[in-house]
């Protein structure tokens, strides 16, 4: 099999001076997705943003494509997307605008009408144009799931992203990702529950 994608190498994170885990390798290629489980506690969160690149590595190596991706940030940030327990949305703008914002940062061209759809299919056609903060928690969430969906990256790295979704948001969530997964795209996701995205599914267990 060709290089993977994302290559992981006994890679070790601390917290506070404390061993989170040690030692995590593995490799993801397009198609692909990866389950990160484990207690509360082992490291899961840790893992994600040492992956995007937001927490530091103690000891090991993510390389994207071949290459570093500390060294080479700016390539592996324009393949990325990251979505964490924060959500990365600003209550201020309303949910179209968030939407808008998010794929301009990300250096993507998206228009208001693929934004409304994204957030239409999300559920929330009635709400796109209200400020985020008066959107509930389960709302917000689906925001940052339509940021998602008008993606263009190719690797999505989700912390949790099933919490706070109701049943339809969640079937809705996991066909998403199983068609980025089909299309050609990779994920690598924490969840506590169940979820099955096909047979190139892979789990990786993080001990406390």
């Given amino acids: 099999m060709n290089t993977p994608l994302l290559q992981v ?3 070790s994170c601390e917290r506070g001076g404390r061993a989170l885990f040690q030692a995590v390798s ?3 290629h397009l198609g692909q997705a990866l389950h990160v489980q484990g207690d509360n506690g082992a490291g899961k969160t840790t893992l994600l943003r040492a992956l995007a690149g937001l927490t530091p590595i103690a000891q090991g190596q993510v390389q994207w494509r071949g290459l570093d991706s500390v060294q080479h940030r700016a390539g592996f940030h324009a393949d990325m997307l990251y979505l964490g327990h924060a959500l990365g949305l600003k209550d201020e703008l309303t949910a179209v605008e968030n939407v808008l914002f998010s794929a301009a940062m990300a250096g993507q061209q998206l228009s208001r009408s ?3 759809q994204a957030l239409t299919t999300q559920g ?8 985020l903060r ?3 928690q389960g709302q917000k969430r689906r925001v ?3 940021r998602l969906q008008s993606a263009t990256s190719c690797l999505w790295l989700l ?3 099933f919490v706070a979704l109701d049943t339809d948001a969640v079937h809705a969530l996991q066909t998403l990702l199983q068609t980025h997964v089909a299309q050609g795209g990779a994920v690598v996701f924490t969840s506590h529950q169940p979820v ?5 599914m892979q789990t990786l267990r993080l001990q406390a």
């Fill in 9 to 11: 190498q006994q890679v």
């Fill in 144 to 146: 940052a799931l339509a």
């Fill in 114 to 116: 693929e934004a409304l």
């Fill in 196 to 200: 099955s995205l096909g047979q190139d």
């Fill in 159 to 161: 912390d949790e992203p």
């Fill in 26 to 28: 593995f490799g993801l």
């Fill in 124 to 131: 929330l056609r009635s709400r796109a144009h209200l400020p």
């Fill in 134 to 136: 008066v959107l509930s």
